[in-house]
């Protein structure tokens, strides 16, 4: 049986809520066999991280060769990155094996509050990795770090995605989940703006809710997906998992990945 085959390139968590743990459960979902190159190891629960340990560079960077050149990947994201040295490894190791369909999900803050990128690294996200994207999926905070600016009305949540593909990418999404009203995703994909629709659901267990948006967008491009179909898919995929999420733990529960497989 052949299947299509995605990467993710992230952290740990292990609570298995988020991180490579949501992103191989979205791709197991979706029908896409999942492989990952581990860049931080967390303690994390659904209450927040207590610490994390960041993998060595030359270990990230033979997990992604390893991976492209025995079972080569269609499609890859990224996730917890937290320095500039992580960074400027996996941009290298992307341009090196012209992985061009790259979702990069800029994680900067944990669901607890815990800060997972570095401020120096905010940069070289900015210059190293965005321009290799495919498409980047900041939620409003995100986007606001990435831009240096607040962004507060729908007007400003359109002009913050032309301005992230005017950094480079090929198309963004600036997530809604932040925002008062219903749960709506901008694009702008160079050429138009489009919105994506969703009720926001009542509930604190949105822990991975990003990671499992993004992995899915991956797994809707490894399947060979346009990308305006992918992020369709995927905001349908997680608005499911959000409305099916799992009462663990004492803090933030899970997202559910699995939601279609019950």
Known sequence: MKVPVALTIAGSDSGGGA?????????????????????????????GVSGYVEVPVELIRAQIDE?????APAAAKTGMLSS?????????????HGLTRLVVDPVMVAKG???LLRDDAVEALRRLLL??????????????????RPIETREDRERAAR???????????????????DAEDVVWDGERITWLRGERIPTANTHGSGCAFSAAIAAGLATGLPLAEA????????????RHSLELGHGHGPVNPMWRCR
């Open 231 to 242: 992020l369709r898919e995927a905001k349908a995929f997680i608005t499911g998992a959000i």
């Open 113 to 115: 509050g815990h800060r």
């Open 131 to 148: 321009p290799l994207a495919a498409v980047v999926t900041p939620n409003l905070p995100e986007a606001e770090t990435l831009l240096g």
């Open 67 to 71: 991976v492209v050149r025995d079972l």
């Open 19 to 47: 991180g490579i743990q949501a992103d191989l459960k979205t791709f197991a979902a979706l029908g896409v066999h999942g492989t990952s190159a581990v860049t931080a190891v967390t303690a994390q629960s659904t209450t």
């Open 84 to 96: 500039a040295g992580i960074i400027e490894v996996v941009a290298d190791r992307v341009r090196a």
């Open 163 to 181: 301005d992230l593909v005017e950094l480079g990418c090929r198309a963004a999404v600036v997530k809604g989940g932040h925002a008062d009203g």
